[in-house]
């Protein structure tokens, strides 16, 4: 009978001269990258016909605001297709403690944007993952790779997620690395 081997991690936890950092690759899903390559590629066509007949003025005079709204609804989509296939191809999320100072960063290719927060105001650092709500915008952009997290804290009175992609046991790691290193406060809301 074999062995079943434990998984390796695939996140990547250094303590560096700029305080502790954490790389979380986002997991893949060959399905979505398909699917979206296949729907950027229709987005695309139907993106340039309209464009171009609108530019030649064949666009029928009574459907020219409807096919001018149609347009920019069409152009944000594929626009958020095309970021969702970037995460999923090269997207990682990237997360620096230094000092006082804890910064979530999204990144696809060396770009992308950061979030800080006071380390003195986060409280109760977790594992948390949410379960899956169709009528929630950010449960929904889960399964395109770009919203949420299963690791969560207190901020004033929002929380705040990250960790899009992990399982469990990587949201455990993660949440042990950083409280091993700093101090984060517990929740005092019952």
């Known amino acids: 009978m074999a062995k079943i081997q434990p998984h390796s991690s695939r996140i990547t936890i250094a303590d560096t001269s700029q305080g502790l950092r954490i790389v979380i690759p986002y997991t893949r899903s060959w399905f979505v990258i398909f699917f979206l390559g296949f729907w950027i590629c229709g987005w695309a066509v139907a993106e340039y016909m309209v464009s171009s007949q609108f530019l030649r003025g064949d666009a029928p005079p009574e459907g020219e ?60 650092l977790r594992p948390a993952p949410i379960p899956f709500n169709p009528l929630d915008l950010s449960s929904s952009l889960q399964l395109w790779g770009v919203g949420g997290g299963v690791i969560a804290f207190d901020y004033g009175t929002k929380i705040i997620r990250f960790g899009a992609g992990l399982d469990e046991g990587e949201a455990k790691e993660v949440v042990t690395a950083i409280k091993q290193r700093y101090r984060i406060q517990e929740s005092t809301r019952t």
């Open 65 to 124: 605001l409807f096919m001018l709204a149609w347009f920019g609804v069409w152009t944000v989509g594929g626009l958020f297709a095309i970021y969702a296939l970037l995460w999923q191809v090269m997207g990682k999320e990237v997360v620096m403690v230094h000092g006082q100072v804890f910064r979530v960063r999204h990144d696809i290719g060396g770009f992308g944007f950061n979030k800080d927060y006071a380390l003195v105001q986060m409280r109760d």
